[in-house]
Each structure stands twice: as C-alpha cells, then as structure tokens.
C-alpha cells in the first residue's frame, strides 16, 4: 500500500524568503512518481511539479523545486523567493505502477506568506 | 497542457433532489477519472475511481447507490449524488491522467461545491 506523510499542518514565511514543505512516502512499487499541487481558497488544485522514481535529477519548475531523496523516502518541495501569492494549501501525492496506479495524497500543508 | 473541466462550479440544492456534477477530459482520452470529496481544510479523500466502459470501482464506505458514477466515454464522467441531504454538502474535485501507471500529471476539474438545504 502506498502512504503520504506531510507532518506540517502549517507553516509560515517570510515574503521573498524560501520555504521548504516536507512530504515522505512509503511504497512497495520500485517504478513510482511523486507530485505537488497547490490549492488556493477557490478549491482549483494546481499541478506544481513531478518528479519520477528513477529521475536522477532533482524536478524544478521556476521558483519550485523538489528535493528528491530516495533511499529516506523523501520529496520536499522548496519553494524559493516567497510570494503573497504563495498562500496556499500544498498536497504532496504519489502514483504507483501496476495496481498502486490509483493517486495517494498527503493530508496537506497550509502555508501562509507574510508581507 | 490537458485541461479537465467539471460543471457545475456550484450548486444549491433542497434536500432530496438529485445532482449531477459532470468531469470531462477536453484535450485526452481519459480511460480512468477519479472522483474525490474534500472537507474544509482536510485532504482529498478518494470516492471512487471511474473506468471507461464498466462499473466504479468505489471505495470503502463509499455508497455507490447514492453517488452513481457513470464513464460513459474516454472524454465524460458524471457523479450523481442522488437523494442529497444536508450532510453531503461538500466539495468535489474529478481527476483524469493522460498516461497510465505512474508517470502522466493529474489534472484535475475546477471542482464543485454542492450545497444542499
């Protein structure tokens, strides 16, 4: 079975700083990719970033990127030079290969921006 | 990239009406929808997974007389919430993936908050 982990209900930040939002995982499937998606008040879930089981590179995308560790189980998002529209709620997810296909998700980090 | 759209956006109902909430896959064959109820400030909580062709796989707890899931083709999924009452007011957000297995994004509908009075 597969698992999300966010251990961080909420975190706050510093406009322009960067912030780091923890998210770690459990599967049994060697072939897996892991995802982030932003959710703003409007409820609209917005794809952050992806990144493979087999990547061997870090995923970024603009001021995202995803600190993939493989062998603790891990991928944090980082998101760098915070902005006000940052604010969000952030759901780390997982999708297996073969029978773990169906998406897990994380129970979400709520992060505010401050100005 | 692929866009889902769910209509509606919002809906206001009485108490025992039915409600149809619609999910389509505009650019892609979507073979698997996925339907997910999320309460305030709580995650996504899987309902069921809608497959082309064949019945909703629904998950535990999960009435499948009273949310009626019907995918009848690659680009449509409909959530029926039939009878609503005031406790399935919620949000609900469809998914669909261009890709099988693990790789293709998700892409998800606007979602739509259901009301019922």
């Known amino acids: 079975a597969q698992k999300i982990t966010q251990t961080q209900p909420g975190m706050f930040v510093q406009e322009k700083e960067a912030v780091t939002l923890d998210c770690t995982y459990d599967?049994?499937?060697?072939?897996?990719?892991l995802f982030w998606y932003k959710q703003p008040s409007s409820g609209e879930m917005i794809f952050l970033i992806y990144?493979?089981?087999?990547?061997?590179q870090n995923a970024t995308e603009g001021r995202y990127s995803l600190n993939f560790q493989k062998a603790r189980k891990s991928a944090n998002l980082v998101i760098s030079a915070s902005q006000l529209g940052d604010s969000a709620m952030y759901f780390c997810?997982?999708?297996?290969?073969?029978?773990?296909?169906?998406?897990?998700f994380g129970r979400g980090t709520s992060l505010i921006v401050h100005p | 990239g692929a866009v889902v759209s769910q209509h509606p956006s919002r809906v206001i109902c009485k108490s025992g009406t039915s409600v149809k909430i619609e999910c389509r896959s505009l650019?892609?064959?979507?073979?698997?929808m996925f339907w997910y109820r999320q309460f305030p400030k709580q995650s996504l909580m899987l309902m069921a997974t809608?497959?082309?062709?064949?019945?909703?796989?629904?998950e535990q707890g999960v009435e499948k007389d009273k949310f009626l899931i019907n995918h009848a083709s690659l680009t449509l999924s409909t959530l029926t919430v039939t009878s609503a009452h005031p406790e399935d007011s919620s949000f609900y957000i469809c998914?669909?993936?261009?890709?099988?297995?693990?790789?293709?994004?998700?892409?998800f509908g606007e979602g739509s908050r259901l009301t019922v009075l």
């Open positions: 998914s669909a993936s261009n890709a099988g297995g693990n790789t293709g994004e998700l892409f």
């Open positions: 599967t049994s499937d060697p072939s897996y990719g």
């Open positions: 990144q493979g089981s087999y990547d061997q």
């Open positions: 997810a997982m999708k297996g290969a073969g029978g773990s296909y169906i998406p897990t």
């Open positions: 650019d892609f064959q979507a073979t698997t």
């Open positions: 809608s497959n082309e062709g064949s019945k909703a796989t629904y």
